[in-house]
């Protein structure tokens, strides 16, 4: 693994895109002060993760991002990404290149990205871990800061020495763990109180759901026997109704009999009156007849003259009317013949309009025939525009594919070259390794024999430290113990403290009310009263469900929570207004009192305010306390009546004789001891830290003790520290020579399958292409015939528009003139119904001429023989008058006898009205009697569904067909008075039993999943401590050697030490760091020089580099404070890392005539950076650089 290139656009000074190509061997940054060398190591720095912005050497992290100039405006967004060769898969990513990329904006948002997939800083930092890359890490020394290695204390210098072992990841994953160890101890605890609770309420939820079950299947069975009793009322109703329709269709016969009787009187008593009328009118006319008669035969004689006079007049107008008449016949004759033309003109135009009718239908059918026509070949036309639309879109995305497939066979190509380049690159390299590892192998085998021989000589000083240690690791144990009390005390007061605040324990309804702070809600019976010590159970017991009853300061209140529990659904409560609640107390006899065990009343027992004792003495003055079981029966066998009894442990005895006892699980969980609870833990916790003092003073003085036990070994150690740093850096050679090996086959291996993957896919995209021109091809061919057919197709569209418009204007034509011809007929008719019309009126018009004509001949032949009658005329009238009496006569005798029918008629017409009024008086009683039965059929089909909810339809499923009226109202009598007795039920404890169990089952369940879950947490902190234990020692004796090594390479001589504080506790450890220049006596490392310091940090750096190589380091002057001969040393010893990427950002000659490839740092423009890049040759002279 190695860098490639770091890309910069607007970090810092670098306004501009830059890209620094990171090449093998030695780098060179160089440049003036001020011109932004540093600030490509703040760039990589910041790349990694880092989150202090004093790091980077601003004030916050938005200083990265470039803030303009004079002439440039700031930018937005500051960019690094950080391009990784991973061909040798070191980093655990699928990728032979990986880009690491970090933006930051002016928002203060953030964002990392790996291969241009978002990720976490987490995933960035665990990426690098364990490769001594990181802000953490050895890989990133900047400007001033190599000095630090050395200056800090002890135990920050650990962090370089964990990252060249190995072990940060590991230690990471071990805090990890031990989070989620604290976190399940924690929440285990919490599990263990929840079920305690539950324990405290199941057995009393168990006996509510009973009840409630038992209320439910009597309130299941008064529903059967209630519906049956309606159903049998409306059975009952129901033949009533059925009875009197029967009896109703009888009167209804009855009633239509009389009243046809009636019908028929009234009809023969309409006849009387008819015959009477007209018998009236005929005597009325023979009296005016008889008075004619003799006023005739008065005035008979006196005639004549008038006789003659009439005779003229008469003559006179039947000559006139003839006259009429004639003129009339011919008038007559010609609107005949006008007639006759008039109905033959209607019947041709009939006809012709008949013949417009059937060409106007004609017409249309054509219309549309050829409109449809016309539709459907539209419509074919659009399908073959869609399938050319089609056809079109798949030939673009085919040819798109095409394109990307070509694209993809070059890319495939490319690879296949730099894969045959690394192969052969890979060849050789491992011929090498092979080599070097052989010679390391027989090295290792010599020094390891000899280091075993010196080894033996500090066993007896290793086992005096132990001894002092165990001494050590009791007492830690010791405060260990404690403050896991402390902990544990302090989780489980404040679990007990939330349980309280949040009423745990309280049942559902109950916590939702208080949570909700209604006015006027005071508190539970529980929150009101003090009990003293030793009597919590017995109280509690006393109470039971009643310690959940919520005191409230009226009625009112309560009707309004209880109101608010009902809208809400939350359940119910049982409610204590202080202004209604009164006690019976009822003195006991001196026998009982005085009775052995007996404590007292209950009531009296417990505490609380004055104004809440009658809420008290209601719940508790009939509850005795006893201090046993055996007390407590004598005492219940003496005349308590009305009294149960309770002992201190909690068994009771009630008023019936009945006896409860027994115990919770755990006893915490209960209501009344809690708040004592919690002042107990807060009195351990402060015994405990007291007790943790007096343990820390003595483990100081045992520690101190350590200490010089510890300096006499580390005075015996010193000998072999050098064997053992040798050894290990062989050792640590051997495996990363191994590893390395391993890694160059498995990625020659990589190789030469992704090689084989390669071909084949540049096969399979050969043959893709090939199919996908075929297609274009084929589907070319179509729409060329698509296009031909379309262009016949709208040729033939547009003659049909012609035919179409044509027959539209024949239709049109057509119907204006059938709507022409219509109108003429209409006027045709309405002139020959005129004319019809004239003829009638004219014929009428004779007729009547020709009667009146008649009527004045006739007149004028009586006037004629009048006067030869006069005599016979005067003998006729004396008859005429003597039949006219006699009819009279008559006439009086029928009218005598019709008025005698008609009253005998009209008594009959009476009584049989009578009689129908009876029969419907009867009919209207029965009627309502139906009206009454069928409104109460309605009145108990409502109290089905008002009494118990379920229609008539339903109610007769549940129909029993053997009920007994009788039996059935006695049964539901008695399931009544059980109900009755059965007293408060609480039907919700049924699902909040089964939720309670349920919970109960999960909380164990999750009790048992979170002890093997810290088992197994434990486990894996064991072995991580295991694993970081042994690695972190192989990799510190190996830097111990190397670092004495390199500090007498780079010093040319002298003596330096790397040593831990506390050997004994190699993990917290600090590592402190002895340096003896060469001439001079061994110093503490901060009484160094400051060139003396860095020299030494530099040694420590290539230790650790040794020791546990990175595959890139920058170093940003570090050599500043050297003088030239120890910058040659130090330039020479980075020759001997040609496996590490060296960056140096450096203002010395002699650094820079290392350089393979070096890089200047301009700023032509005030604050913008830029870069220029010159690849060095073996005749690169410093000196010539401006």
Not at 22 to 46: E, M, Q, Y
Not at 250 to 262: G, K, P, Y
Not at 482 to 497: G, H, P, V, Y
Not at 764 to 786: G, L
Request: aromatic share 6%.
């Amino acid at each position: 693994m190695y860098f490639k290139r770091i890309e910069l656009q607007g970090f810092k000074s670098f306004a501009d895109p830059v890209s620094i190509e990171l090449n093998d061997g030695v780098t060179c940054i160089i440049g003036p002060n001020g011109s932004g060398k540093s600030n490509i190591s703040d760039a990589l720095r910041w790349v990694l993760g880092e989150q202090s912005s004093k790091q980077l050497r601003g004030n916050k992290m938005q200083d990265v991002i470039f803030a303009g100039t004079a002439t440039r405006k700031p930018r937005g967004m500051a960019e690094v990404s950080l391009v990784i060769d991973n061909s040798t898969g070191i980093l655990p990513l699928e990728y032979t290149e990986v880009v690491v990329t970090r933006r930051m904006y002016r928002s203060g948002e953030s964002e990392y990205l790996i291969n241009g997939n978002q990720c976490r800083l987490r995933d960035v930092r665990e990426l690098f871990m364990d490769t001594g890359i990181g802000v953490e890490g050895y890989s990133i020394i900047g400007q001033g800061k190599i000095a630090d290695i050395v200056s800090i204390k002890p135990e920050n210098r650990r962090r370089i020495f964990e990252e060249a072992a190995g072990i940060v990841l590991y230690k990471s994953r071990k805090a990890d763990a031990e989070t989620k160890l604290k976190s399940a101890t924690d929440n285990i605890e919490r599990v263990r109180d929840i079920i305690a609770e539950i324990e405290s309420r199941i057995d009393g939820l168990k006996d509510a759901s009973e009840k409630a079950r038992e209320f439910i299947e009597l309130r299941d069975k008064y529903k059967v026997l209630g519906i049956n009793i309606i159903l049998h009322t409306l059975g009952s109703l129901t033949k009533s109704i059925n009875e009197g329709t029967e009896e109703l269709e009888e009167i209804q016969s009855r009633l239509i009999d009389a009243e046809v009787r009636s019908r028929l009187l009234n009809e023969n008593i309409e006849i009387q009156r008819e015959n009477d009328s007209e018998y009236s009118i005929e005597y009325d006319e023979a009296n005016h007849l008889l008075i004619s008669k003799i006023d005739e035969l008065n005035t008979i004689l006196s005639g004549g003259k008038i006789n003659e006079e009439k005779l003229n007049n008469i003559s006179k107008d039947i000559f006139r009317l003839s006259e009429e008449i004639e003129e009339a016949e011919i008038k007559l004759e010609g609107e005949k013949k006008t007639y006759e033309g008039l109905v033959a003109n209607e019947n041709k135009l009939s006809r012709e309009t008949e013949s417009l009718r059937l060409s106007h239908s004609d017409a249309v059918i054509k219309f549309n025939d050829h409109n449809q026509k016309s539709i459907s070949l539209n419509m074919e036309i659009e399908s073959h525009k869609s399938n050319m639309i089609d056809i079109n879109n798949k030939n673009v995305s085919r040819k798109a594919e095409i394109s990307t497939l070509q694209n993809y066979k070059k890319t495939l190509s490319d690879r296949e070259e730099t894969i045959i380049c690394s192969l052969s690159g890979q060849n050789n390299k491992d011929n090498n390794k092979r080599k070097e590892y052989d010679q390391l192998q027989s090295t290792y085998a010599k020094k390891e024999s000899y280091y075993n021989e010196v080894k033996e000589n500090i066993q007896s000083i290793s086992d005096k430290i132990i001894s002092v240690n165990q001494t050590v690791a009791v007492i830690n144990s010791q405060i260990n113990e404690l403050s896991i009390k402390i902990n544990t005390a302090s989780s489980r007061m404040n679990t007990i403290q939330e349980m309280e605040n949040n009423y745990e324990g309280y049942n559902n309804a109950v916590r939702l009310l208080m949570k909700r702070s209604i006015n006027g809600v005071i508190g539970t019976v529980s929150d009101l009263i003090s009990v003293p010590d030793g009597f919590e159970s017995a109280i509690e017991t006393a109470l039971g469900a009643s310690l959940q009853n919520v005191v409230c300061k009226d009625d009112s209140v309560a009707k309004n929570a209880i109101n608010w529990l009902k809208s809400s659904g939350a359940g119910r409560i049982t409610f204590l207004p202080v202004e209604s609640i009164t006690s019976d107390l009822i003195p006991l006899d001196h026998g009982v009192i005085n009775s052995a065990g007996y404590i007292g009343i209950a009531s009296e027992i417990v505490s609380c305010e004055s104004k809440y004792q009658e809420i008290i003495n209601s719940l508790l003055c009939r509850v005795i306390v006893a201090d046993n079981m055996d007390n407590a029966i004598r005492i219940s066998k003496k005349n308590i009546r009305g009294f149960k009894i309770v002992t201190i442990e909690g068994e009771i005895i009630s008023s019936s004789g009945a006896i409860t006892g027994g115990r919770y699980a755990n006893k915490s969980a209960n209501l009344l001891d809690r708040k004592k609870e919690i002042s107990e833990l807060g009195f351990k916790i402060e015994k405990y830290k007291s007790e943790i003092e007096e343990l820390i003073s003595k483990k100081n003085s045992a520690e101190n003790q350590v200490s010089d036990l510890e300096s006499q070994k580390n005075a015996e150690t010193e000998k072999t520290h050098e064997l053992e740093i040798e050894i290990n850096v062989l050792k640590s050679d051997i495996e990363y020579l191994n590893k390395i090996i391993q890694s160059d086959e498995e990625a020659k291996k990589r190789f030469e399958g992704e090689l084989s993957i390669l071909r084949e896919d540049y096969n399979r995209a050969e043959a893709m292409i090939a199919e996908y021109e075929s297609q274009i091809s084929e589907s070319e061919t179509v729409y060329e015939k698509y296009e031909q057919e379309i262009e016949q197709m709208l040729i033939e569209a547009e003659n049909l528009k012609t035919v179409i418009r044509d027959d539209n204007e024949i239709i049109v034509s057509l119907k204006v003139k059938l709507s022409e011809q219509e109108t003429r007929i209409l006027s045709q008719n309405e002139l020959i119904e005129r004319v019809r019309d004239s003829i009638t009126d004219i014929s009428s018009e004779i007729e009547e001429n020709k009667i009146f004509i008649q009527n004045l001949e006739n007149s004028r032949n009586l006037l004629t023989a009048s006067g030869e009658a006069t005599d016979e005329k005067e003998e006729q009238l004396q008859n005429e008058k003597k039949e006219i009496e006699a009819r009279i006569s008559e006439l009086l005798s029928l009218m005598e006898e019709n008025r005698k029918e008609n009253t005998s008629a009209l008594n009959k017409q009476k009584e049989t009205l009578e009689e129908i009024e009876r029969i419907r008086d009867e009919k209207y009683k029965l009627e309502m009697k139906t009206t009454r039965n069928e409104t109460l059929i309605e009145a108990q089909k409502e109290k089905l569904w008002d009494e118990f909810e379920v229609s008539y339809a339903e109610a007769l499923d549940m129909k029993n067909p053997d009920f007994a009226i009788t039996s059935g109202n006695k049964e539901m009598r008695e399931v009544k008075l059980r109900m009755a007795e059965l007293g408060d039920v609480n039907i919700s404890s049924i699902e909040e039993y089964k939720s309670v169990s349920k919970r109960y089952e999960f909380m164990t369940a999750q009790e048992a999943d979170l002890t093997k879950s810290m088992d197994e947490l434990q486990e894996i902190i064991r072995n991580m401590d295991k694993t970081i234990r042994t690695r972190f020692k192989e990799n510190f004796d190996q830097v111990v050697v190397n670092f004495e090594e390199a500090f007498k390479e780079l010093f040319g001589g002298g003596y330096a030490e790397l040593r831990l504080e506390d050997e004994s506790q190699p993990l917290e450890s600090g590592i402190e760091i002895t340096a003896q220049p060469p001439g001079k006596k061994l110093k503490n490392i901060n009484l160094l020089s400051g060139g003396e310091k860095t020299l030494t940090a530099i040694a420590l750096m290539f230790a650790v580099l040794r020791t546990k190589p990175t595959p890139f380091v920058i170093l940003d002057e570090v050599e500043a404070a050297l003088d030239e001969v120890n910058i040659q040393r130090f330039s020479d010893y980075l020759r001997k890392f040609d496996d590490i990427q060296f960056a140096l950002i450096t203002h010395q000659k002699a650094t820079m005539e290392r350089a393979d490839v070096l890089y200047g740092v301009t700023m032509p423009e005030q604050g913008i950076s830029k870069m220029l890049s010159l690849k060095l040759g073996d005749d690169f002279d410093p000196e010539g650089l401006t």
